[in-house]
């Protein structure tokens, strides 16, 4: 059976490049939409395209030939210019949506996140149906929900399209979580913001792309479902009944939205001080409120903004509520309608995680 091709954008990164391996793993053809080539890649048989989002006419060609995206690629941070952000994450996913239609491209996976819905509240069970921000002092979940917006209003006949929104993606070869944290902690620099009991949700990477994996099929299958109800000429009858017996019970998956994490709330301070403690480091004791938190933060962004201070002010609003608010989410749409199940916990997870660690560290 000929195997569906595949275009990954940000196939190079922490979460796309696992994706990448996995999907060579299962012998499919993929090309990889990036700025820097990698040639052990290539070696592989990966077709590389060198371009960024920013790029338009690029990444509108890239979608030659290919049957699903995995759109991965974006610009990420709480601290930058919005223009720049609107520019990657708004007008290239628009010239990826474009160049899907233009080369009749089946399947569409857009990797969003759940900043999207950032109201500056505790989000405790958090569903679905928490409508999309517009208003959030951080230019990265404003404009990820105008690309999710669009990319789930694209969904039609021809392209079949969902958003992914996995919650702090970890695990082995993380190069912004994690080694974040314990840069900042071992500085001294990091602080408790409220009362240290917020609980948050994280997703394990092998959990994310198996989200991913499942997202594929599941838009496959509403394919399918289409050509069925058509009676499109290519659809077998053994296909219909592997239709009916695999979506039983679930609703379509196109044109929504899923959130994607570990189904695991921990307390996040908690999580951060066994993880030290297991290091070697000394734990987080030093709070600092909410309130006071996001002062500082305006402070800063203020700073920032008239001083020729060059990277991310060490404190903003949007983080003084990530670090204090709580922040999990309801599974149920996902397990019901991709079929997800989590298969690494977080203990096992961050027990693997410390061995490394510990190993690298020595």
């Known amino acids: ?50 371009a960024s989002l920013d790029d338009p006419d690029a990444v509108r060609a890239a979608c030659a030939g290919v049957e699903t995206v995995f759109h991965v690629a974006a610009k990420v941070g709480v601290w930058g210019r919005y223009a720049d952000f609107f520019r990657t994450n708004v007008l290239g996913t628009r010239a990826l949506l474009e160049g899907c239609r233009a080369h009749g491209v089946r399947r569409l996976v857009y990797t969003s996140t759940p900043s999207v819905v950032y109201n500056g509240r505790d989000l405790a069970g958090a569903d679905e149906s928490l409508p999309l921000t517009t ?37 082995i070869g993380d190069p912004h979580l994690v080694p974040r944290v314990l840069a900042r902690a071992r500085a001294g620099r990091l602080r408790i913001v409220g009362d240290g009991r917020n609980r948050v949700d994280l997703v394990h990477l092998e959990n994310a792309v198996d989200a991913h994996l499942l997202a594929e099929q599941a838009l496959a299958q509403c394919h399918l479902i289409r050509d069925t109800s058509t009676g499109h000429p290519t659809v077998r009858e053994e296909e219909c009944h592997v239709i009916r017996d695999t979506i039983a019970g679930r609703r379509r998956a196109d044109g929504r939205a899923f959130f994607i994490t570990n189904g695991e709330p921990v307390r996040l301070w908690d999580w951060i001080n066994d993880l030290l403690r297991a290091l070697g480091e000394p734990p987080i004791t030093k709070h600092i409120s909410l309130r006071a938190a996001s002062a500082a933060g305006a402070l800063c962004e203020a700073a920032w903004h008239v001083l020729p201070v060059g990277g991310e002010p060490p404190m903003t609003r949007f983080v003084a509520a990530e670090l204090a608010r709580e922040h999990w989410f309801d599974l149920t749409a996902a397990r019901r309608d991709l079929g997800y199940a989590p298969r690494i916990s977080m203990a096992e997870g961050t027990a693997e995680l410390i061995e490394h660690l510990r190993r690298v560290s020595s």
């Open 1 to 50: 059976m000929k195997l569906a091709p595949v275009l990954v954008t940000g196939g190079t990164g922490f979460l796309g490049r696992r994706l990448l391996e996995r999907l060579l793993a299962e012998g499919r053809p993929v090309a990889v939409l990036g700025r820097t080539p990698e040639p052990e890649l290539e070696q592989r048989g990966v077709r590389f395209i060198r």
């Open 135 to 171: 208003d959030c002092p951080s230019p990265y979940p404003l404009t990820k929900a105008l690309a999710e917006r669009e990319v789930l209003a694209a969904n039609s006949p021809g392209l079949c399209t969902l958003a992914l929104r996995p919650h702090l993606i970890w695990g």
